[in-house]
């Protein structure tokens, strides 16, 4: 069975600082997904990494996969207050040979102070 | 529409009472997912559909869940004789084949009293 486990759950900031969230799945997946969600909204696609050595980057978040170490980060660069928000990685699960179903993380609170 | 979009916005029921949540996911996507969301908590997992089959249904709770998509299209999740516990956000999400990322409606959030 695939667990997804993400740290720290909660994380209080201060802006301009760097930050790291980490994302660690028990099984071999080559996909991996993460999201942001706003306080009563629901996900919002930030990257997809689809292969080992993955790395993206939007703005001041930076995301890499490494399947070996089924592992991936979500690198917060000079953070600012409109990063506020609950961060959550997704792994795809394969069931029966499908394509299948993302197993999410608990996600990780993010609080950015002035 | 643009988006995954998911009807009612808000359901409140009584305990016992059936419910059925509807999504209607983007335009031409073959794959179609209901996760379930507790407050504080990450999405969990009920069912994914690729076309009008369920691809998988691991997830669903128990037999009172129950889930289809007849035409390939549209999704209903059902819920017979409710209970406290089956209160949370129901979110929908589609995606163009099951390997690209899934775009989330903003889903249902059922409340039973």
């Known amino acids: 069975e695939l667990k997804v486990e993400q740290n720290p759950l909660f994380l209080s900031m201060q802006e301009g600082k760097n930050y790291t969230i980490y994302c660690n799945y028990s099984t071999t997946s080559d996909r991996l997904y993460w999201y942001r969600q706003d306080p009563g909204k629901s996900l919002e696609s930030l990257f997809v990494?689809?292969?080992?050595?993955a790395v993206k980057q939007e703005g001041r978040l930076m995301a890499s996969l490494d399947t070996k170490a089924r592992l991936s980060t979500l690198h917060i660069t000079a953070a600012v207050h409109d990063l506020s928000a609950t961060y959550f990685c997704a792994v795809v699960s394969n069931y029966g040979g499908s394509q299948g179903n993302l197993i999410f993380g608990k996600g990780t609170k993010l609080s950015v102070k002035p | 529409g643009a988006g995954v979009s998911q009807t009612p916005s808000n359901k409140v029921t009584e305990k016992g009472k059936y419910v059925e949540l509807r999504c209607d996911p983007i335009s031409g996507h073959t794959a179609l997912y209901w996760y379930r969301q507790s407050l504080g908590q990450g999405p969990e997992f009920l069912i994914y559909f690729q076309g009008t089959g369920a691809a998988d249904d691991s997830g669903l709770p128990n037999d009172r869940f129950f889930a289809v998509r007849p035409e390939g299209s549209v999704s209903t999740l059902k819920i017979q004789r409710t209970e406290r516990g089956d209160s949370a956000v129901y979110l929908c999400?589609?995606?163009?084949?099951?390997?690209?990322?899934?775009?989330f409606g903003q889903g249902t959030r059922l409340t039973v009293v």
């Open positions: 990494l689809l292969s080992n050595g």
């Open positions: 999400a589609s995606s163009l084949t099951g390997l690209a990322g899934a775009f």
